[in-house]
């Protein structure tokens, strides 16, 4: 899956995201509103990670989905 892909369903993924990531907020998620780099953002505010970690957690979750 690319990110093209989510970014024009985020409204579908939105909740997947939230899944995964359950530290993020409805209103993030808004925000983020499907911008990978809004994502990494909220990530690494909300979960302390390290830019490098976050880029990871990302580009797993995106393999399995």
Do not use: C, P
């Amino acid at each position: 899956m690319n990110w093209d892909r989510i970014e024009g369903n985020w409204k579908q993924f939105a909740g997947q995201v939230k899944a995964q990531w359950g530290k993020l907020t409805d209103d993030d998620l808004t925000e983020i509103d499907g911008r990978r780099e809004q994502l990494e953002g909220k990530l690494q505010e909300r979960y302390g990670y390290s830019k490098d970690q976050v880029a990871k957690h990302v580009d797993d979750y995106i393999s399995k989905i």
